[in-house]
């Protein structure tokens, strides 16, 4: 069993809105499709960190759906920014189970044990700190994180943790995603949301944690090994 990542995979199959027209995109879908199929087999495990596809709507999502079911292993995904067809965890768990869905699970709100490692996370979120609204959501945020990790902690293992957005880059910090990671000790951080290739470091560090950004365009569409 081997652990890889991925972000931001942005399928367009239930919304006609291919990135394509952004540089280095073209011809994404087949490009993860075979560099997917030939390193990823039916026994390792693939966590997808936020953005998987643009549609608004749960059902309109089910052609994305099953390119993912297609693709070898198993598959762990969290919520991006563009999720917006995310729903509760009952809808979206009962809409994978109606569609067959066996090799694809959420992480939101909980932690999953893969082999030796428990597989933590959450969106997170910018914020700096003049809004209300973002104020609770990253309190939210925060909160899901810690709840996460004490699941992971309960499941035993090495502990894995996937954020959408980076808790820092440039001269911005969440401190509150920031402070739960330091009280558990959290060494490293995978990441998606910021694309642009040669605009950004795939891998930095915050104070004692490492930070690895895998979005799909900044990684050339082939998920990354994580063990």
Known sequence: ?????ISDLHLPFGEDKPMDIFGGWDNYTERLLSNWQKIV??????????DLSWTVKLDDALPDFEFLHKLNGQKIILKGNHDYWWSTANKINTFLNENNF?????????SISVDK???????GWVYDGTGEFDEKVVLREAGRLETSIKMGIELG?????FLHYPFAYG????????????????KKV???????AGKYKL??????????????????????IIY
Do not use: W
């Not at 069993?1 to 990542?5: K, V």
């Not at 039916?42 to 936020?50: L, N, S």
């Not at 293992?157 to 943790?161: N, Q, R, T, W, Y």
């Not at 891998?203 to 990354?224: K, M, R, T």
């Open 41 to 50: 087999s039916k026994d390792d495990t693939v966590v997808i960190p936020g």
């Open 102 to 110: 066996d090799d694809i699970k959420i992480l939101h709100n909980n």
């Open 117 to 123: 490692f428990a597989v933590c996370g959450t969106r």
């Open 171 to 186: 001269d911005y910090v969440c401190k509150e995603i920031f402070d739960v990671l330091k009280k558990y000790d959290i």
């Open 1 to 5: 069993m081997r652990l890889f990542a």
């Open 190 to 196: 995978y990441y998606g949301h910021i694309h642009g």
């Open 157 to 161: 293992g090495e502990l894995k943790v």
């Open 203 to 224: 891998v930095c560090e915050y104070e004692g944690i490492s930070l690895q950004n895998i979005s799909s365009d900044l990684v050339g569409f082939v998920p990354q």
